[in-house]
């Protein structure tokens, strides 16, 4: 059963680093492009970063220059490295594995950036 679990989570101050990680089972995720997706709260959810099967990375404008997106296909493997944190930043994140009409969700992991 194809399945997406996010961790890394948590609570960190402003201008702090966090790393939250998605592990895939149940599919190649080299075959999927692998995405995060944010949802703060009373707002919709977001589209942050994508990250291609080639390894094409791309961000909305407001992480640019602070998020990074990467891959790990040997291990199943993708991840959000989030710097400068701010409390805007704050928001469940979600990851996504997309491969034409199929779209797979994990469960979403909270990120808090407060003081």
């Known amino acids: 059963q194809a399945q997406l679990v996010e961790s890394g989570g948590g609570l960190v101050q402003p201008g702090g680093s966090l790393r939250v990680a998605c592990a895939a089972s149940?599919?190649?995720?080299?075959?999927?492009?692998m995405r995060w997706y944010r949802k703060a709260p009373g707002q919709e959810r977001e589209w942050v970063a994508t990250?291609?099967?080639?390894?094409?990375?791309t961000y909305v404008d407001a992480v640019k220059g602070r998020f990074t997106i990467s891959r790990d296909n040997d291990k199943n493997m993708a991840f959000l490295q989030m710097k400068s944190l701010k409390s805007e930043d704050t928001a469940i994140y979600y990851c996504?594995?997309?491969?034409?009409?199929?779209?797979?969700w994990g469960q979403g992991i909270q990120v808090t950036v407060s003081s």
């Open positions: 996504n594995a997309l491969q034409g009409v199929t779209s797979l």
């Open positions: 149940g599919i190649p995720m080299s075959a999927y492009a």
């Open positions: 990250i291609s099967r080639a390894g094409k990375e």
